[in-house]
């Protein structure tokens, strides 16, 4: 009898520890389909999101042009509504996320750093201004869901450099990459702002197998000689590359502090195109051998059509004196048109270029929109091939739940 | 002992169980947990390299053309490292070809093969060799007639087209019409408008049997000689003389919005500080609902104002309440031939009353959309009316704002019908069908 029991004991205890292992082996099996279910449910989901923000100008549509509020939140270009042509002037006002904010006292506003000076570009709009990331995730009905980072960025990239090896005379390296190779024998088509020139100098060369070419600007050639050592001059470069119907830009503006400083473009009223003109004593404090003489600029805003021949289009000439009540110099420029405005400022014999797109695309900037997907449990991202003007751009969507662990779904 | 063995035995089921179960759950591969969209991507890629018609000139290249390297490394740029694509071209075949894709041995590729999934987009290109023409029939080419007036008077102002003006519907109404009509005149001003009242040509063009769209809503542009001899009758009796002439000169009056003939604008001439529509629109006066009735008594020849009304008819011919108009057969049938598509769905709030064919002795030539009954009366949203003297029409599109100038471009076409000569599609090589394939390296 008692061995009976023990025998019966024993068999209980063995099929419970079996019935035990078989419950925890199937419930991770099963956890793990619905992880990989919901998982794929996010993936479906970005790349439905990310279709509908390229796939609608938003309400109204033409909200990029204008500093309101829009109602409906896409990025299509309007008034063409082509497939994944975006607008260059909604990109524009997306609430930058990849640079630090910039805070300028005189005005006492902060601004979306989309580009604070990489290779002499500024485009500093007041955050006023801006659609921001919750604006944006209310807007597309994923507020307190799910959240996103709208990565807007050239497909080829157009890096442009100064030779240091050459002294005597400028030499530009120009560098022609795409995503996953360069931009073999690609035609490259460039102008020239030289402060020597009172019109932009156009003309093409083209990359070697590596997407590699460089200019000399040495006085032959046709090319005019540039000799950058001692700042005595500046120029801003922009370059167009081409090849198989695909397009990139990229530019370089010799931006230079000079003793007096330099110049900070500030976007400071969207709507009408104010762009404040701001000394750099304004905003950082010159230094013990920093003069605090006026700093002169030249401002010409140029439209660029699609053809790449820029129109001179508004002129400003004046300058700032820091401590003086010139802490910075309001202009205003056209908004209906893409362009860039090119501002040239020196103090003696020392000469500076910065320039500040208007319409992204214009000169190559990326955007980079949303929140911060790290530390997030999983993100997904999405990519589509889109223009902005006719430059091709990459849209890349990353996006993650927000409610617990697990996924929406 | 037994026991035990009977535990085993339970085991073994349970077991068996669990592999069954994990047999019919399937898990996803990993590269199915966040998959790209692939064919998303491929299509965007086609259509940017497409940008300029880059591809379809290339596609239709020799394939030892140096071109077809340019693609190669334009796609190679295009996309991630990580991406790995073949790019096949397919002849497009027409007429009597059991294949309708051709495998032309045109094939770009960064890879041996595309890995265990992949994904596709399709593009087709046409040939810049040829065009397509479709040309349409001229209206009035078997008759008389032919003229398209479109009131486009920079000294009048609108009422009912918010968000547009005048000039701008005008522009988009001529691009829309002016294929399918021997003539088309840009009226630009009421002086040139009341020439044509006049019966004087302002190009040369036949003033009888045209077509007059008034684009300025629930406004009319008045001349100023019109406006100092017709004011009576809060200017009804100026909308009275418009429909005599509408019958005398046998024209087709087209309203492209609201209430017809509702106001009377010349910036000119109402000048003064209480010349506005009563909404703070300046340069126009109110005429009222006895506008649209002075102009079908006009039409129908009566007296004016007609007997019992000595201060002009003004009795309402619209329906208390808005309600949904759709659009008619007949119409629907048009919008595919003619390539012209607005909603099939409008909002009606100035729909005619049906009473007005027993008033004024007319008929319905065509009905844009189809008749509503409310509370008994049957109201028309939309409807070409013909007198029955067959001299004079007017269309008038009883939508609410904002205008559809669509509509009226789909309504006057389905009313004339003038045919589409398309080129017949004999020419061979003109299209071809791109396709690209993109796989992900690495990974199961």
Request: proline residues 4%.
């Amino acid at each position: 009898m008692a061995g009976s029991t023990i025998d019966h004991l024993i068999s209980v205890m063995v099929f419970l520890g079996a019935l035990l292992v078989f419950i925890s082996l199937f419930n991770q099996m099963i956890q793990t389909a619905i992880l990989y279910q919901r998982h794929k449910f996010l993936a479906t989901k970005c790349s439905d999101l990310l279709d509908n923000i390229l796939l609608n100008p938003g309400i109204p549509s033409d909200w990029g042009k204008s500093n309101v509020t829009p109602v409906g939140f896409g990025l299509q270009k309007d008034p063409e509504f082509t497939q994944y042509r975006l607008s260059p002037f909604s990109l524009m006002r997306l609430l930058s996320s990849s640079g630090d904010r910039v805070y300028y006292s005189q005005t006492g506003e902060w601004y979306s750093n989309v580009s604070w000076g990489i290779g002499g570009g500024y485009f500093l709009l007041q955050e006023s201004e801006c659609i921001n990331y919750s604006v944006a995730s209310k807007l597309l009905g994923v507020n307190g869901t799910y959240g996103f980072q709208l990565t807007i960025a050239p497909t080829v990239k157009v890096s442009i450099v100064e030779d240091k090896n050459v002294a005597s005379y400028l030499r530009l390296n120009i560098t022609v990459m795409g995503q996953g190779s360069p931009l073999a024998d690609a035609s490259v088509d460039y102008l020239m702002f030289w402060t020597d020139s009172s019109e932009p100098i156009k003309n093409s060369t083209k990359t070697d197998s590596l997407g590699f070419a460089y200019l000399d600007f040495n006085g032959a050639n046709g090319l005019p000689r540039i000799e950058v050592s001692r700042n005595q001059t500046a120029y801003m470069f922009i370059a167009k590359a081409s090849l198989g119907g695909l397009h990139g830009i990229g530019y370089l503006s010799r931006e230079i502090v000079t003793k007096a400083g330099n110049i900070i473009l500030l976007v400071e009223n969207y709507g009408n195109g104010t762009v404040l003109l701001a000394h750099k004593w304004g905003k950082n404090d010159p230094g013990p051998g920093d003069s605090q003489a006026a700093l002169f600029f030249n401002a010409t805003f140029y439209v660029l059509p699609d053809s790449f021949s820029p129109i001179k289009n508004v002129t400003v000439e004046g300058h700032v004196t820091y401590g003086e009540g010139l802490d910075y110099y309001p202009i205003q420029i056209p908004t209906s048109q893409v362009g860039f405005l090119v501002v040239t400022y020196w103090t003696g014999n020392e000469y500076g270029m910065v320039v500040m797109p208007w319409g992204i695309g214009t000169i190559g900037f990326s955007v980079v929109f949303g929140g911060d997907p790290s530390g997030q449990e999983w993100v997904v991202t999405d990519v589509r091939q889109v223009l902005v003007g006719d430059i091709a751009y990459q849209a890349r969507l990353a996006l993650w739940s927000l409610e617990g662990y697990g996924v929406v779904g | 002992m037994m026991r035990t063995i009977e535990v085993l035995l339970v085991i073994i089921i349970i077991l068996g169980a669990s592999m069954i179960a994990s047999f019919f759950a399937v898990l996803l591969w990993p590269r199915e947990v966040s998959p790209l969209n692939l064919r998303r991507l491929a299509f965007t890629t086609l259509q940017v390299l497409d940008l300029n018609y880059s591809l379809s000139r290339i596609v239709f290249m020799s394939p030892d053309n140096p071109a077809w390297n340019e693609l190669r490394i334009a796609l190679s740029a295009c996309l991630p490292p990580n991406i790995i694509y073949n790019l096949t071209v397919y002849e497009v075949q027409s007429g009597n070809a059991t294949e309708l894709y051709k495998y032309l041995d045109i094939s770009i590729s960064n890879a041996e093969s595309l890995g265990v999934a992949s994904d596709a987009a399709s593009y087709l290109v046409a040939s810049s060799n040829v065009t397509f023409r479709v040309i349409p029939e001229k209206i009035g080419t078997s008759g008389v007639g032919g003229t398209l007036y479109i009131l486009n008077c920079s000294d009048a102002r609108g009422w009912w087209i918010t968000g547009y003006t005048a000039q701008s519907l005008a522009q988009d109404l001529y691009n829309l019409l002016s294929p399918y009509f021997q003539t088309t005149v840009m009226v630009q001003n009421t002086t040139d408008f009341g020439k044509i009242l006049n019966n004087n040509t302002l190009q040369g063009e036949v003033v009888q049997n045209a077509v007059v769209i008034n684009t300025f809503g629930e406004a009319v542009p008045i001349p100023s000689s019109y406006a100092i001899k017709y004011s009576r009758y809060n200017y009804a009796e100026y909308c009275y003389q418009l429909g005599n002439i509408t019958r005398l000169y046998n024209w087709t009056w087209v309203s492209i919005v609201g209430y017809p003939l509702y106001y009377v604008s010349n910036t000119g001439y109402f000048n003064g500080s209480s010349d506005q529509n009563t909404y703070g629109i300046y340069g126009m006066k109110q005429v009222g609902q006895a506008g649209v009735r002075a102009f079908l008594q006009g039409l129908d020849r009566d007296h004016y104002p007609p007997p019992g009304y000595p201060n002009g008819d003004s009795r309402s011919l619209i329906p208390s309440a808005g309600f949904t108009a759709t659009l008619s057969q007949q119409v629907l049938d048009c919008c595919n031939y003619y390539g012209i598509y607005p909603s099939p769905y409008q909002t009606s709030t100035r729909a005619l009353e049906d009473s007005i064919l027993r008033d004024y002795y007319l008929t319905i030539g065509l009905k844009i959309f189809d008749s509503v009954t409310v509370s008994d009366t049957t109201y028309n949203p939309g409807a070409l009316y013909n007198h029955i003297s067959r001299s004079g029409s007017l269309l008038a599109l009883g939508l609410t704002r904002t205008p559809d100038i669509r509509l009226t471009a789909l309504g006057l076409l389905s009313y004339y019908k003038p045919r589409l000569y398309r080129s017949k599609y004999t020419a061979t090589n003109t299209s071809r069908l791109v396709v690209l394939q993109l796989g992900l390296l690495g990974g199961v």
